[in-house]
């Protein structure tokens, strides 16, 4: 049986206080939040060190596409604890979670990081499910993997994703399908152009 997975935002820390904001998949296991993270990531590297993350509960779904297309500059707020390491949280998280790494199973590929709660805090109501924020997860995930899947996969499962955007998106999930198309878009015309040289 698998795992049930939530997809979420963490943001990080360097210990220059650069901050890192990167979509991540969690487990919930009792009192962990468990991450998985690939090496290389700057993510597990800022949290190795530091041994601290934020995870952001989120329905703007611009930041889950804006950091698969290059736009990371998204609004955060100072979410660190008197005594604690510095941390952020992003201004449009609906709720956070300040952790703190308890247990590392380390792998070469992918290590496992066990992480428990310090801090937990509500800012905002969640609306419940909207299936372009949906499309949108589901669109961001293919382009963070566009080089390695087959080209009419994207093209058939975006032209799918785009029936849930057609019929449920808001301006935001509008505006974040728009940067997911462009990837697309500009990936295509790359392939294009490298099998013409
Ligand atoms: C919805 C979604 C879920 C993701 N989940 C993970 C994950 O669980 N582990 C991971 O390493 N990358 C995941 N990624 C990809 C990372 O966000 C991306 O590769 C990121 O840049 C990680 O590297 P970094 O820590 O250097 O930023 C996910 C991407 C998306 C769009």
Redesign the pocket.
């Known amino acids: 049986m698998n795992d049930q ?1 939530f ?1 979420t935002v963490v943001t990080t820390c360097s210990p220059a206080g650069v901050i ?1 904001v ?5 487990r919930y296991s009792g009192d962990r939040v468990v ?4 090496r ?5 590297d800022n949290i190795l060190v530091t041994r601290r993350a934020v995870l952001n509960l989120v329905d703007d779904v611009r930041v ?1 596409a804006g ?2 297309t290059g736009r990371r500059a998204f609004a955060t707020v100072d979410a660190q604890r008197a005594g604690e390491p510095r941390a952020v949280r992003l201004a449009c998280a609906l709720e956070h979670l300040l952790l703190r790494l308890d247990e590392v199973d380390d792998d070469l590929e ?1 290590p496992t990081l066990g992480l428990l709660r310090v801090h937990e805090a509500r800012h905002g109501p969640w609306r419940g499910f909207n299936r372009a924020q949906a499309a949108v ?1 589901e669109g ?2 293919l382009v ?1 993997r566009l080089r390695m899947l087959p080209p009419d996969k994207i093209v058939t499962e975006m032209r799918y994703l785009q029936i849930a955007i057609d019929k449920t998106a808001g301006d935001a999930e509008r505006e974040a399908w728009g940067w997911l198309q462009e990837a697309v878009e500009r990936h295509a015309a790359a392939a294009v152009e490298g099998a013409a040289r």
């Open positions: 997975i997809e890192h990167a979509p991540m998949g969690v991450l998985k993270p690939f290389p990531s700057t993510t597990l889950f950091c698969v992918r997860i961001a995930v963070s």
